[in-house]
């Protein structure tokens, strides 16, 4: 069965500080990888995507995120945090067959 | 661009009332779905369509049916509100899944359903 935890429901930096925020998966087939972002009272935006070939993708507002099969992870960083990144983020895995199983969510807080 | 819209933003029924959200994409996807998100909880599947007339369960589909007669509208529909169905809906499509796809779902703004 496939699975997404996301470690720490809350994150606090500072603007300009990295951001880091972790996601760990199990999944039965090969994976497919994605985080999403949802501003305030909006819907959820695709950030970036894994599915194959090289491991270190890249997104969207300076995100990237690496999957590492050994520690089956996918965790999303950015090297200077805005204040328009505080948001709710999620960790998105594919399920065998057709749908997405999703973490339970990150929110970003970002301070100046 | 990928266009899903949902027919209302906020709506408040009260308890025992006959709900119906409504979904509507303008890229020809074949599977559509409804998700609730609650504080804490992340997003959980209340069912999907993989096409016209076509349904699967989700993990949480007791309290819910669908409705799809067209392929660009997927409906979700409380037959009784209960103040436990409060919550964030989320509606989503994609392609059908092929050798190119990559399973990525585009996200309407969501409808924020308030039980009273």
């Known amino acids: 069965a496939q699975s997404v935890t996301q470690l720490g429901s809350h994150v606090s930096v500072s603007e300009g500080a990295l951001v880091l925020l972790r996601c760990n998966y199990s999944s039965s087939v090969p994976p497919y990888l994605f985080w999403y972002v949802q501003y305030p009272n909006q819907g959820l935006q695709l950030l970036l995507k894994?599915?194959?070939?090289?491991?270190l993708v890249k997104g969207i507002n300076g995100f990237e995120a690496e999957f590492k099969k050994s520690e089956t992870s996918f965790h999303l960083t950015n090297p200077s945090a805005h204040m328009s990144d505080a948001a709710e983020y999620f960790c998105a895995v594919r399920q065998a067959g057709t749908a997405l199983i999703f973490g339970k969510g990150t929110t970003l807080s970002v301070s100046s | 661009d990928v266009k899903v819209t949902q027919s209302s933003r906020y709506l408040v029924k009260r308890t025992g009332e006959k709900v119906f959200l409504e979904c509507v994409q303008d890229m020809d996807h074949e599977n559509m779905f409804w998700y609730r998100q609650d504080p804490g909880l992340g997003l959980r599947l209340i069912y999907f369509?993989?096409?016209?007339?076509?349904?699967e369960k989700g993990d949480i589909p007791e309290g819910y049916s669908v409705s799809r007669e067209k392929k660009e509208r997927f409906s979700l529909i409380l037959e009784s509100a209960s103040t436990n169905q409060t919550s964030m809906y989320l509606c989503?499509?994609?392609?059908?899944?092929?050798?190119?796809?990559?399973?990525?779902?585009?996200f309407g703004p969501g409808t924020r359903l308030t039980v009273t």
């Open positions: 369509s993989y096409d016209v007339k076509m349904k």
């Open positions: 989503a499509s994609r392609p059908a899944p092929g050798l190119s796809s990559s399973y990525e779902q585009y």
């Open positions: 894994y599915t194959t070939g090289a491991t």
